[in-house]
């Protein structure tokens, strides 16, 4: 962060408001998991091939509530590499982080710590870590974008409270990603090209939407050349320098998103060497995950298999065949009488991220049908609007749809809370923007400071909704809570869904328990 960041209370508050609300979350699932049994779930659960000492029975106690559902492949694959083929659908820059901190940072408890043992204790310092830096990183991108740093502190401290909270915690690569991705939009914002682009394509590397992602540089560069065109229409241009600018924008947007896309196709083909090769002698693989592989039907990169089907495709991608063939995911595969209860676990973030849209598209009908395109009056004056609803927001608004809708049609529908969670700053933003519009308690603080140029319009009391006057550098969401018979009922829904989630979460996932 910069200095002046630093110096920022406000940003002060967000990180130790995120470090103490990371600190409850270890204590919570550490007491759930010793309180509750866990549920026999039928997950992936690959045997231990060495005996626990007494400090491994202790991590196992205290951490062990971190290592539920998609946790153990991670672990897995950071312990023994892509032995499955279905372990490619969890790509490599989070496994290989927790190895490097394992056998780096953690090298010396080797004596008193099994490599797994090591590998989780990794996970919850790293995904601390994430989750602290991706606060900050979304306080930034909030002052940036928004322009009112009171709305962007309130979204910065409910992102601390998050309903994806539970894997922000666990040895899942959300909180690596959320680092990554909003770290990479405000870079980009800040003008920051080339440092946004390596850190979207890191954020590919951790999880495959990061691809989407190339739409941010799409459209900024895209924005960029139509402005430009704008700019003293009176005067005729000349055809070679707007073909000169039209190829500088071209070339800078293709290299950017050939970047983001580099770490997608290295693991490509790295499972294609892996799977559809020579493969590996079955010697070197332990006999219980070979007993494993044939009890649950797991295909193994060895020499005696035969190839995967996907190995013979004109474009042979892994992943996409793992998605569909072992989980079943595709356009409408979901849509299942039996698979109502995941629909109505992901019933409360839909509504919220089509509210988003719906509310923005309201407040700027011209602004969506020119794609945001179009140079505003507001825009030559200096002076744009703040908050949610002002122009900046249409290309996050635009992600976090496209990611709604097809999480909603495509994917596991429950799995929709921590995937706009952890991929979209539009989430908090809404949330704050709600709580800013219809709680009294936020407007006597006036609690929005507005980091730019005030509104166009006739700026409004410190006590009214949306204003931008001085603001405190008291947390919001504590002082809310402790006023909570107080609050209006769109208050208490929006917090009832955060807090709500945030704690089943750490109920049900930490004991194997289905959630999202």
């Not at 062990?64 to 969890?90: K, N, P, Q, T, V």
């Not at 995911?329 to 629909?343: K, W």
């Not at 319009?457 to 919001?476: D, Q």
Request: with cysteine.
């Amino acid at each position: 962060m910069e200095l002046v960041s630093r110096q920022d209370p406000h940003l002060r508050e967000v990180v130790r408001f995120a470090a103490c609300c990371r600190a409850l979350t270890l204590l919570l699932q550490a007491l759930f998991n010793l309180l509750i049994p866990d549920h026999a779930a039928d997950a992936f659960s690959p045997p231990r091939l060495s005996e626990p000492g007494p400090w491994d029975l202790l991590v196992e106690r205290l951490l062990g509530g971190l290592s539920r559902w998609d946790a153990e492949h991670f672990l897995f694959i950071a312990e023994r590499g892509y032995l499955y083929e279905h372990s490619c659908a969890f790509f490599p820059l989070y496994p290989l982080s927790l190895r490097a901190v394992a056998q780096g940072a953690l090298w010396p408890l080797q004596g008193l710590l099994r490599l797994r043992s090591r590998l989780l204790l990794s996970a919850v310092l790293l995904n601390s870590l994430f989750s602290l830096l991706a606060a900050a990183a979304l306080y930034e991108l909030g002052c940036a974008v928004l322009r009112c740093r009171g709305v962007a502190f309130l979204a910065a401290a409910l992102f601390s409270v998050s309903p994806a909270n539970v894997f922000m915690a666990a040895a899942y690569s959300e909180s690596m990603f959320a680092f990554l991705a909003f770290s990479a939009m405000w870079q980009l914002e800040k003008g920051q090209s080339w440092l946004a682009g390596l850190l979207f394509s890191l954020a590919s590397g951790a999880r495959a939407n990061g691809l989407v992602n190339a739409g941010f540089f799409l459209y900024s560069r895209g924005k960029r050349f139509a402005l430009q065109l704008q700019v003293g229409s009176g005067s005729v241009k000349k055809l070679p320098l707007l073909w000169k600018q039209l190829l500088s924008v071209a070339s800078s947007a293709v290299l950017m998103c050939a970047g983001i896309f580099l770490p997608f196709a290295l693991f490509q083909y790295y499972a294609y060497v892996r799977f559809c090769g020579p493969g590996i002698s079955l010697e070197t693989i332990p006999e219980p995950l070979l007993q494993l592989a044939r009890d649950k039907g797991y295909r193994l990169a060895a020499t005696d298999r035969v190839k995967p089907p996907w190995c013979s495709q004109r474009f042979p991608l892994v992943y996409t065949y793992i998605q569909g063939a072992y989980w079943n995911v595709g356009f409408l595969r979901y849509f299942e009488l039996r698979q109502i209860p995941n629909f109505l676990l992901a019933l409360p973030v839909t509504l919220l991220g089509s509210w988003a849209a719906w509310t923005y598209v309201v407040a700027n009908p011209r602004h969506c049908l020119t794609l945001g395109l179009e140079r505003r009056k507001s825009e030559e004056e200096g002076k744009p609007r703040a908050g949610f609803c002002c122009p900046a927001v249409f290309v996050y608004v635009v992600h976090a749809t496209v990611l709604l809708a097809f999480g909603f049609f495509c994917m596991h529908v429950q799995v929709l809370t921590r995937f706009l969670g952890s991929s979209s700053p539009v989430l908090y933003w809404f949330s704050a923007h709600l709580l800013q519009e219809h709680e009294p308690l936020l407007w006597s603080e006036g609690t929005d400071h507005q980091t730019a140029a005030p509104r166009s319009e006739k700026p409004l009391l410190s006590k009214s909704p949306g204003s931008c006057g001085k603001g405190s550098s008291a947390n919001p969401v504590v002082r809310l809570l402790l006023n909570w018979r107080l609050l209006t009922p769109v208050s208490k829904c929006v917090l009832g869904f955060f807090l709500s989630f945030w704690l089943l979460g750490l109920i049900l996932h930490c004991n194997f328990l289905p959630w999202t």
